[in-house]
């Protein structure tokens, strides 16, 4: 079986499911995308895990999975994006143990993404799922995808206008006070705001 390789482009809101985001996945070596529809935790773990400047204050569900199996030396060698089925992407993480054992196991795309970023693994599918499920992505389409958070987040103009009204401090302490509370996104935009300066 010829496996193709993705990398992450980016997530953005879905504009067919409320409360939905579009993780949105690119051929290494060619144009094709595959858009893939998760929830808004899922979104929120991908997205804190490829924002290597926002460190949550407790380990989110995916990094209790990798701190476990760090400590009893599992490793994920890869995950392949298995099948499409009514619309669901099913997805397989490639595992290999201590004594060399490997095994597969069956899981849900976006969680097996969110392992994929936090272990430095490649992704990976087939090219019929690639066939059925992939386009090309115009450049006016592109846009909508922003870095690599939801497209509306909390980054509307009221909110933008208030970070910008405030000194480095406040934006500090604001900063500190998102990622207590677990406000990743809020602490994004802070970000966001301090680097522009």
């Known amino acids: 079986m010829d496996l193709i390789e993705l990398k992450i482009k980016g997530i953005s809101y ?42 949550p204050s407790r380990p989110l569900t995916h990094d209790l999975f990798k701190n476990f199996a760090e400590s009893f030396e599992i490793k994920i060698t890869k995950i392949v994006i298995e099948k499409l089925v009514d619309g669901v992407f099913f997805s397989n993480i490639i ?18 993404i969110a392992l994929a970023i936090r272990f430095g693994v490649s992704i990976y599918t087939q090219e019929k799922i690639l066939e059925r499920a992939g386009i090309h992505l115009k450049i006016s389409d592109a846009d909508d995808i922003i870095g ?12 933008l206008n208030i970070l910008s009204d405030l000194n480095d401090e406040a934006l500090e302490n604001k900063l500190k006070k998102a990622l207590n509370e677990e406000n990743y996104e809020l602490a994004a935009e802070i970000r966001d705001e301090i680097s522009k300066r």
């Open 14 to 55: 879905s504009q067919t499911q409320t409360g939905a985001y579009a993780l949105v996945l690119e051929e290494v070596n060619g144009r094709r995308t595959l858009p893939i529809i998760i929830g808004a935790a899922e979104a929120q773990s991908i997205s804190i895990s490829l924002e290597k400047d926002i460190t």
């Open 95 to 112: 595992c290999e143990g201590l004594n060399g054992n490997k095994k597969t196991i069956d899981s849900r795309t976006s969680d097996a």
């Open 148 to 159: 690599m958070r939801p497209s509306n987040s909390i980054s509307d103009n009221k909110n």
